[in-house]
């Protein structure tokens, strides 16, 4: 299947600062791309839609400027935390659509983030 | 918009028993529903899919069935072994749109 990398895998931060983390298709292009958090034990909770080349459609209860999405290309979104805080702490996870696999859904491996 | 509905939240079985996992979609126009399986820690998997043509797939010990009428779709996994042991999640989606996750279900296999 498709190859969707994420990094870091793992941050820890002090709170006040920011945080960028990566999401890139490797093997194919994807227009759009998806931002979930999760909490222990529960489900993806979908945060924003990444749209390359315009901005992000976010979801309900999600702060645009909190959570800073850029699609720069059509193999890369970022997600960045700005002023991060302890409750920002959780498991990112992106994904991709793979139109080329009959619009199959790959993840990325997630980023475990850690605000002090 | 879709709404998907999981059950049940935890599932424990004997190890080569069965286990089932049903899901229930709103959104007559969605088409596709994978599911993927999630080990602690890690990126979830997709181990199986089906779309709304047809109403049965399988691939080894997984199946998946889904009943458009009804507006739900089940994952079977015969055989059970210790490694199935994971959280799995269903999801609903239609052509250009997001996916529509359930809540997910905790699968236990006791050896």
């Known amino acids: 299947g498709a190859v969707v990398s994420q990094h870091p895998s793992r941050v820890i931060c002090k709170s006040g600062t920011s945080v960028k983390i990566e999401c890139r298709s490797l093997?194919?292009?994807?227009?759009?791309m998806f931002w979930y958090r999760q909490f222990p034990k529960q489900s993806l909770m979908l945060m924003a839609t990444?749209?390359?080349?315009?901005?992000?459609?976010?979801e309900q209860g999600v702060e645009k400027d909190k959570f800073l999405i850029n699609h720069a290309s059509l193999t890369l979104s970022t997600l960045t935390v700005t002023s991060a805080h302890p409750e920002d702490s959780s498991f990112y996870i992106c994904?991709?659509?793979?139109?080329?696999?009959?619009?199959?859904?790959?993840f990325g491996e997630g980023s475990r983030l850690t605000v002090l | 918009g879709e709404n998907v509905e999981q059950h049940p939240s935890t599932l424990s079985v004997q190890e080569g028993d069965s286990a089932v996992i049903k899901c229930t979609y709103s959104d007559s126009a969605s088409n596709y529903f994978p599911w993927y399986k999630q080990e602690l820690g890690k990126r979830p998997q997709l181990i199986i899919d089906i779309r709304s043509n047809v109403g049965e797939k399988k691939d080894q010990r997984i199946a998946v069935t889904l009943n458009k009428t009804a507006k739900h779709f089940s994952l079977h996994i015969t055989e059970t072994q210790p490694e199935d042991s994971a959280v799995y999640f269903c999801a609903a989606s239609s052509p250009g749109n997001q996916f529509y996750f359930g809540t997910g279900t905790s699968l236990t296999v006791i050896p």
């Open positions: 994904s991709a659509r793979d139109q080329g696999s009959a619009g199959e859904l790959f």
């Open positions: 990444s749209n390359e080349g315009s901005k992000a459609t976010y």
């Open positions: 093997d194919f292009q994807a227009t759009t």
